[in-house]
């Protein structure tokens, strides 16, 4: 691997254990949709409010800046390998793992979280799983959008194939292009949120939320093309990170304010403040917490040592198995008289433990590693 990209897969593996910790968290009190929740979330208290602030800021920024990394990578691949050789190998590696997780993983997960006492896993299967009555995506609805946006690049390679290349250079973003960036974005995923509240969205894709994955893949394309992680410029890194600190708080005070407490709680979408605010105040954050990682790891995680070497090659696999390991921890834990915090702790501490060993077994099986 080259020493120089090395900090992109350790923060690859840093949002892969933090989307353990934010599944984990809405099973103990945190607002979203997962497969299997341990809480009682029809009286808010502190640790739901806790871990809601929590999520919010994750998904303000972790799942796009999986895209930023990923679309990182693409013009090379697909430079070196040709369009068919290109298609093929992302179809291999994305489509056979989105296969596997939504007839077996996925189904065989919810079946044991919430129906194994009232239908055998066939019946379920018939009714659910072959009818295609419910769809069984779940995490990997990301696996899905890359196998979308990769066809997309793939056309948009065809389109320009023959023209004349530009030596056209781009310049790393400044804090007032940022600015406008984040405005446009924010105001662009309040208008599709009209539509498509987040949480909902065709094939499981949330597309309330797409609006930053997609400019995050095209900022990685342009980033690898312009060499922009060759140098992030300190000056505006420091400025958008206390910009992201600033705002992380405004969200909760901003929902405080517009009655969530008494129950009015409307950011998901639609013509409300609540909406608008959510809306605008993610762009930003997204900003300042992705530069702000981006800079970090570039310093103090530029080289793999074994063991995160290790972690780098088994991060794909976790993203895959993480729910029903998620789930065997919180039905383990259920019943036991634990703060609803502290076994979010626990919980997400031995899943991301077991996840990785149980990865490292998986990849060991014959060809598995061609797909993993």
């Given at each position: 691997?080259?020493?120089?990209?090395?900090?992109?897969?350790?923060?690859?593996?840093?949002?892969?254990?933090?989307?353990?910790?934010?599944?984990?968290?809405?099973?103990y009190?945190?607002?979203?949709?997962?497969?299997?929740?341990?809480?009682?979330k029809?009286?808010?208290?502190?640790?739901?409010v806790?871990?809601?602030?929590f999520?919010?800021?994750?998904?303000?920024?972790?799942m796009?800046?999986?895209?930023f990394?990923?679309?990182?990578?693409i013009?090379?691949?697909?430079?070196r390998?040709?369009?068919?050789r290109?298609?093929?190998?992302?179809?291999?590696?994305?489509?056979?793992?989105?296969?596997?997780?939504?007839?077996v993983?996925s189904?065989?997960?919810?079946?044991?979280?919430?129906?194994?006492?009232q239908?055998?896993?066939?019946?379920?299967?018939?009714?659910?799983v072959?009818?295609?009555?419910?769809?069984?995506?779940?995490?990997t609805?990301?696996?899905?959008?890359?196998?979308?946006?990769?066809?997309l690049?793939?056309?948009f390679?065809f389109?320009?194939?023959?023209?004349?290349?530009?030596?056209?250079?781009?310049?790393?973003?400044?804090?007032?292009?940022?600015f406008?960036?984040?405005?446009v974005?924010?105001?662009?995923?309040?208008?599709?949120?009209?539509?498509?509240?987040?949480?909902?969205?065709?094939?499981?894709?949330?597309l309330?939320?797409?609006?930053?994955?997609?400019l995050?893949?095209?900022?990685?394309?342009?980033?690898?093309?312009?060499?922009?992680?060759?140098?992030?410029?300190?000056?505006?890194?420091?400025?958008?990170?206390?910009?992201?600190?600033c705002?992380?708080?405004?969200?909760?005070?901003?929902?405080?304010l517009?009655?969530?407490?008494?129950g009015?709680?409307?950011?998901?979408?639609?013509?409300n403040?609540?909406a608008?605010?959510?809306?605008?105040?993610?762009?930003?954050?997204?900003?300042?917490?992705?530069?702000s990682?981006?800079?970090?790891?570039?310093?103090?995680?530029?080289?793999?040592?074994?063991?995160?070497?290790?972690l780098?090659?088994?991060?794909?696999?976790?993203?895959?198995?993480?729910?029903?390991?998620?789930?065997?921890?919180?039905?383990?834990?259920?019943?036991?008289?634990?703060?609803?915090?502290?076994?979010?702790?626990?919980?997400?501490?031995?899943?991301?433990?077991?996840?990785?060993?149980?990865?490292?077994?998986?990849?060991?099986?014959?060809?598995?590693?061609?797909?993993?």
């Open positions: 691997m080259n020493q120089r990209l090395a900090y992109l897969d350790s923060l690859r593996v840093f949002l892969t254990i933090l989307l353990v910790f934010v599944h984990t968290s809405i099973a009190g945190a607002a979203g949709s997962w497969i299997l929740e341990d809480v009682d029809s009286q808010v208290n502190v640790t739901m806790l871990l809601t602030i999520t919010a800021v994750c998904q303000s920024f972790f796009g800046f999986f895209f990394i990923s679309a990182y990578f013009p090379i691949s697909y430079e390998k040709g369009a068919i290109f298609l093929r190998d992302r179809l291999i590696r994305l489509g056979i793992p989105l296969l596997v997780y939504y007839f993983i189904p065989m997960t919810v079946w044991f979280a919430k129906f194994r006492d239908q055998t896993m066939a019946q379920f299967y018939n009714d659910n072959w009818s295609f009555r419910w769809t069984f995506f779940g995490p609805w990301f696996l899905e959008a890359s196998i979308y946006f990769a066809l690049y793939m056309l390679r389109v320009v194939k023959g023209r004349p290349e530009q030596k056209k250079s781009i310049l790393f973003p400044s804090v007032k292009t940022l406008v960036v984040a405005i974005v924010g105001f662009t995923a309040f208008l599709v949120r009209l539509v498509y509240p987040t949480g909902e969205g065709p094939l499981e894709l949330q309330g939320y797409f609006p930053s994955y997609i995050l893949f095209i900022a990685g394309i342009i980033a690898q093309r312009q060499g922009w992680l060759a140098y992030i410029p300190e000056k505006l890194t420091r400025m958008w990170k206390w910009i992201a600190i705002m992380i708080p405004m969200l909760p005070v901003g929902l405080i517009t009655g969530a407490l008494d009015e709680v409307h950011f998901a979408g639609g013509v403040i609540q608008f605010l959510y809306a605008m105040w993610e762009p930003f954050v997204c900003i300042g917490i992705i530069l990682l981006l800079s970090w790891f570039q310093k103090r995680f530029n080289t793999l040592s074994v063991f995160s070497k290790w780098s090659e088994n991060a794909y696999t976790v993203y895959l198995i993480h729910p029903p390991i998620i789930v065997g921890w919180t039905l383990a834990f259920h019943g036991i008289d634990l703060p609803a915090i502290l076994k979010w702790i626990l919980v997400s501490a031995l899943s991301v433990v077991i996840c990785f060993v149980v990865a490292s077994m998986i990849r060991m099986i014959p060809y598995a590693k061609r797909v993993l």
